[in-house]
Structures are given as structure tokens and as C-alpha cells.
């Protein structure tokens, strides 16, 4: 436990200063579970219950790392031919000239240049490939093709050929409030807030994990899809999850992205993950705070979890998350 105190008082710290009224920390190394750490209330209300093993965090837009393997799934399977393909092949409804050249690489590298206006009309920001943005269209518009690509949304796909096999039970779309699911603070002044969705198809942030499951997700990619005595998830569509798909840029300082998640290549300064990281690390994180960490080259998984919109460090908040990674990665160096 001595081992890892520098890093729950850290997340302890952050806890306090972003007014999460909970915080929970999952570490797994060598494929055996190191820690589990647990604090606060499921609300910011008096007398709300505290967290346990069993409380289950809305994990936000973390839930692209699962939008991801769904997406390797249809790259392994043929259905999707290669990311280099034009999105004008895939999305006949959306103005051709307005995608012009973007590929479904672009789109799931946050490389697109698309953006969606506040009356709901998609325009360009940037040409594909030359920047990188963080937007929730490419989100939307992978997550359609998915459902066109299968008949199938892509939580029903990961229900039948993962969260089943893997035995997973704290991992879904929830559509209805239960004893088990965290509230999300929004305004520390306010009482926080049920973030349950009216669809369980992936099209809203209504995903919550556990502590534990969250941690075992990233656990199943480290470990190449295999758990649990047998193989879950072909090796192989783990691999084209977590590679670099990112297409050259000029700017070096630009983050290098798998299939949504982040992945360690040369450290980039707009990266969420710290420069102390080896190579090859991969993350993924969400507005409501919860965060996966997975080295392979430490043979680590760290998961922590938060509930509080907004992460903290405001418009540095990338600060924080790199010192977090970096915190993860000094400890295991040695």
C-alpha cells in the first residue's frame, strides 16, 4: 500500500479541489489486482451512500474506447474495407462536397475538421488531416455506421461478443436509475444530478462502469483480448484498436490517436498522456472524469474514476491528466 499513497492522495487532492463527491482507483499489475481504493458518496447530498466495489461511474465520452473496438471489429471483419477509405462511401446522406476528402481515418483520429453548429448544420473547420480537433460529430457518425454496418448498435454488439463472455455485469447503457449508479455533479452548489439516457444504442453518455470493470476493459487490451482462460476478442482486432492510425502532421505537438484512444508515440504537448510514458501506452478519458490507463510495457492498468462534469484544471486540464500518467508511469519505472 506504501507503494501507491503518492498517487491516492493525488487523486484524494483532485477529488477535493473539482468537488467530485467521489473518487474510486483500480490498479492492476502483472494481470493480478494491486489496489483498490475508494472514496466519498454516490451524491453531494447529506447523508448520501458511499462508494463501494459495486458503484458504477458515468464513464462519458471514455465510451469511444468501446465505439473503437467495435470499429476494429468491422475493419478486422471486412466490413469496413480500410480507414483510408472516403467517408462519402459510408455517409450517402451527408453533403459529399462538404467531406470532400476525409476518410474514416480522419474521423476517428479527431483529424476530420468537421464541426456541428448549435441549429445542427455540419460544417468545416479545418481540411482533413491537417489539424486536430476534439469534436463529438465523428462520435455520432461512427456510431451510425456501426448500426448500418451490423443491423446492430455497437453495445449490443460488445454485450453478445465481450461484456457477456468476459463476465461482465457492471457495464451498460443505463436507461434506468438504481441504487448502484453514481449521480454526476455539475455545479458543486447543486445537488448532483442522475445522467441516465433514454437509449441504450451508444447514442448518448449514458455508460456507466464500475471501478473494477473499468479497469478490467483495459486489462482485455493489454492482455490481447484474452481473459478469463480463453480468447475473448481476436488478438488481432485488438491491434488495429490501439495502434496509431493518425494520419502525418507538420505539428508535432498534436496528440497520436488508436481507434479514439490516445496513444504514446514521441511525446506531443497537446497529448493527454504525460512525456514520462513509454511508448505505446495508450488512454482514454471522459468530461465526468474517469480515466483508463493501460502500459504495456510495465504489463499495468490503472483506472480511476471521478463524478464531477468537467475535469479539473479547467482550460489546462491537460496538465493534470499528463501529471496523472506521469505520476502512474514513475511508479512502475523501477
Same mark, same amino acid.
Given at each position: 500500500?506504501?507503494?501507491? +499513497? ?13 468537488? !467530485? ?13 494491486? @489496489? ?42 471486412? %466490413?469496413?474495407? !480500410?480507414?483510408?477509405? =472516403?467517408?462519402?462511401? =459510408? ?12 476518410? @474514416? ?42 448500426? %448500418?454496418?451490423?443491423? %446492430? ?29 453514481? %449521480? ?17 444504442? $451508444? ?52 496528440? /497520436? ?22 511508448? $505505446?501506452?495508450?488512454?482514454?478519458? $471522459? ?24 475535469? =479539473? ?5 491537460? /496538465? =493534470?491528466?499528463? +501529471? ?11
Amino acid at each position: 500500500m506504501k507503494k501507491y +499513497e503518492q498517487l491516492i492522495s493525488w487523486v484524494e487532492n483532485i477529488k477535493e479541489r473539482n468537488h !467530485s463527491s467521489s473518487a474510486a482507483l483500480f490498479i492492476m499489475k502483472d494481470n493480478e489486482v494491486v @489496489l483498490e481504493h475508494y472514496s466519498g458518496t454516490y451524491s453531494n447530498i447529506k447523508n448520501s451512500s458511499p462508494i463501494t466495489a459495486t458503484s458504477q461511474f458515468n464513464v462519458a465520452s471514455a465510451r469511444k474506447s468501446y465505439l473503437g473496438l467495435a470499429i476494429a471489429y468491422a475493419l478486422y471483419e471486412g %466490413k469496413i474495407k !480500410s480507414l483510408d477509405d =472516403y467517408a462519402v462511401d =459510408y455517409f450517402e446522406e451527408c453533403d459529399k462536397t462538404l467531406l470532400g476528402k476525409t476518410t @474514416l481515418r480522419h474521423l476517428v483520429t479527431h483529424s476530420h475538421g468537421l464541426h456541428m453548429s448549435d441549429s445542427g448544420i455540419m460544417y468545416r473547420e479545418f481540411e482533413p488531416g491537417e489539424e486536430w480537433a476534439y469534436r463529438g460529430i465523428n462520435v455520432e457518425m461512427m456510431t451510425q455506421l456501426i448500426y %448500418k454496418l451490423y443491423n %446492430k448498435s455497437f453495445p449490443e454488439l460488445l454485450k453478445e461478443r465481450v461484456f457477456i463472455p468476459a463476465g461482465f455485469t457492471e457495464t451498460a447503457w443505463q436507461t434506468t436509475d438504481h441504487e448502484d449508479l453514481v %449521480k454526476v455533479v455539475i455545479n458543486p452548489n447543486e445537488e448532483a444530478v442522475s445522467k441516465i439516457g433514454v437509449s441504450d444504442d $451508444g447514442t448518448e453518455s449514458n455508460l456507466f462502469v464500475s471501478a473494477k470493470e473499468f479497469a478490467y476493459w483495459g486489462h482485455l487490451h493489454l492482455n490481447k483480448g484474452y481473459m478469463n482462460g480463453k480468447q475473448i476478442v481476436p488478438e488481432e482486432v485488438i491491434e488495429i484498436a490501439t495502434q496509431i492510425h493518425s494520419p502525418y502532421y507538420k505539428n508535432t505537438n498534436l496528440p /497520436q490517436n488508436g481507434l479514439f484512444w490516445f496513444v504514446q508515440n514521441a511525446p506531443a504537448l497537446q497529448s493527454e498522456i504525460g512525456e514520462r510514458v513509454p511508448k $505505446g501506452s495508450y488512454q482514454i478519458l $471522459g468530461i465526468t472524469g474517469p480515466t483508463i490507463l493501460v502500459i504495456p510495457e510495465y504489463n499495468v492498468v490503472v483506472a480511476k474514476m471521478y463524478n464531477k462534469r468537467y475535469n =479539473y484544471g479547467g482550460d489546462n486540464y491537460l /496538465q =493534470y491528466l499528463r +501529471e496523472f500518467s506521469n505520476l502512474v508511469a514513475d511508479m512502475f519505472a523501477y
